[in-house]
């Protein structure tokens, strides 16, 4: 009997210890017609595998306030308008929490369909301007990720998470 609250009180307690160490990473991203998604749920996958505690959000989920409960982000929005990122609800809370990225460690993914990948850099510009530390190459593709696109969302997310 006390040897059995013994060991509930040290597993509890090991369980809360873990729960500590491991990093917490948000997936956030916005997806029309499922491409972005692809490659979000592969970065979360990557981060999973690498033993972070994982949340897939969307952006009307996150904000300047939440944004530090999180070690690392990923954000995942695909070009829209032209060469922009989605304006109603990507750019309106990337623009919000834009001040609370200095020293942050995110990511940043998406798909694109005509151009040459001009949003991304943008986008990857707005982030090192705010002093982002971008964990690792972001990842595009053309429409629907590819098994290497696939593969490197992956790695992003394990990169994330370390
Ligand atoms: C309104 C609209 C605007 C777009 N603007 C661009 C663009 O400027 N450059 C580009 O390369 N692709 C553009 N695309 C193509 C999308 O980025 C592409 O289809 C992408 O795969 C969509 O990703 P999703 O499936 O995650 O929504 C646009 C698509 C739509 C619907």
Redesign the pocket.
């Known amino acids: 009997m006390y040897g059995l609250t013994w060991v509930t009180l040290l597993n509890n307690r090991m369980a809360g210890e873990w729960r500590k160490i491991m990093s917490k990473v948000a997936v956030v991203f ?8 692809a490659l979000a749920n592969a970065v979360a996958d990557g981060a999973k595998s690498a033993g972070a505690e994982v949340s897939v959000l969307g952006f009307g989920d996150i904000n300047s306030s939440n944004i530090d409960s999180y070690d690392a982000i990923a954000f995942g929005c ?7 990122l989605e304006e109603t609800e990507v750019d309106p809370v990337f623009t919000e929490i834009e001040s609370s990225l200095s020293g942050k460690k995110i990511a940043l993914f ?10 991304m850099e943008e986008w990857e510009n707005r982030a090192k301007t705010a002093g982002a530390n971008l964990a690792g190459a972001s990842v595009i593709c ?3 990720p590819d098994d290497d696109a696939l593969a490197n969302a992956k790695k992003l997310g394990e990169t994330l998470a370390a």
Not at 30 to 37: A, I, L, P, V, Y
Not at 110 to 117: A, F, I, L
């Open positions: 916005w997806s029309q017609t499922g491409n972005t998604e695909p070009a829209m308008g032209a060469e922009q998406g798909s694109y369909g005509w151009g040459s990948g001009e949003w053309n429409e629907a």
